[in-house]
Every structure is written in structure tokens, then in C-alpha cells.
């Protein structure tokens, strides 16, 4: 048993989800933030089979894509941050770690 810990940006969460859940699979899904870009995230929760994790995988990569964003630059001078011209970074895509399960009970 795996579980799978896969964190999307927000705008490809709901497709994500809802694709994971039209093809069966269960999930928990919580909202959090990223902490370099300080950008909301969907992070899920996904308990599954060995044989399952490459169909869950195949699934989350087909609904998150990455996208290039401009962001504000700052730049430190002291005690003041000053913004500089914008930044294109990507953004987007998905980070998922598979992890090991040891035991899984439902009560």
C-alpha cells in the first residue's frame, strides 16, 4: 500500500479531483500554500494499491500543467523593499512524493 501525496496548483485542482474521482480513486483533499510564491495549492491525499500508483500518477500529470506567470521581484535595500520589474517564473504542475505504508486501518 502507497500513499500519495501530490500537491497541485489550485487551478488545476478541481480538474485533478475530479478526474482522480470519475476513475474511482479516493481522496482528501486540503488547501494550503506555497512557500516561495506564497500561491494557494491543493494538496491530496490519496491511499492506493502498489498496482494503482502508475494510473493515479498518469492521471494527476494529464490535468496539471505548468504555465509561465510574472511576478514582482524585491529587492532589499535595509530596512526597505523596493519591487523591481517583473520576474517570469513557471509555476503550475504537480509534486507528488509516494510514500511507503506501513498499516492502514479504517475505523
Partial sequence: MKLIVAIISNEDGNQVTGALTKAGYALTKLATVGGILRAGNT????????????GILSIIAEHSKTRQK???????????????????????GATVFVLDVAQFVKL
Fill in 43 to 54: 494538496t491530496l491525499l490519496i491511499g492506493a494499491e502498489d498496482e494503482k500508483v502508475d
Fill in 70 to 92: 510574472l511576478i514582482p521581484a524585491a529587492i532589499s535595500a535595509g530596512m526597505e523593499i523596493f519591487t523591481s520589474m517583473p520576474v517570469e517564473v513557471t509555476v503550475g
